[in-house]
């Protein structure tokens, strides 16, 4: 008898203050496994340029967005100078379905939201090396005048403050290491007996 492990995809919630590599790592632990996506979200802003429908967001106009708000249709929103953001759960749970990670790369405040509408997800969060090197990278970025550098390195201290809502912390000291240590994070937590059910009936014979 050949046994069957657990082949449902993950949703892998990853977060961290600006500046923390988080997108980076999202981007090359995607590259790395392509039967991973990045979780498309639904914004009532206009599409820009070269932006594709299902592919950079689901754009619906606001009164559309707020009867999904209604219906219970996300996973977390969020309203950002005027627009609104959310996670839809359909698409989560069609590509989870189908046996695709999701990776959902958001604040800490979304994430909260997702832990309590689907606490089966894997919540990681990044942190630098130092917080001397979280700084360092803000300021090379060249985009941000003083005031915002330190406004965002304040948020920054007041974030870590939420690692104990997470189940992983990765430190993002290169992107090669926190990619293959986000990577060892889903292969356990596809090897956890409770992911696992119907491996369990199978060897005990109750399946």
Known sequence: MKFTMFNKGL?????????????????????????AILSVSVTTRKPRVGEKEGVNYFFRDKETFLKMVENGEFLEYAEVYGNYYGTPKKFVEE????????????DIQGALQVKERF???????????SMEELKRRIVKRGTEDAETIYRRFQSAYEELNYISRYNYVIINDTVDSAVAKLEAIVLAEKCRVDRN????L???GRG
């Open 119 to 129: 606490p089966e997800a894997v919540f990681v969060f990044i942190i630098p090396p």
């Open 95 to 106: 590509e989870l379905a189908a046996g695709r990670d999701v990776i959902l790369e958001i």
């Open 197 to 200: 059910k119907e491996l369990y």
């Open 11 to 35: 949703l892998i919630v990853v977060s961290g203050p600006s500046g923390a590599g988080k997108g980076t790592i999202c981007s090359a632990y995607l590259e790395r496994n392509p039967h």
């Open 202 to 204: 199978e060897l005990t």
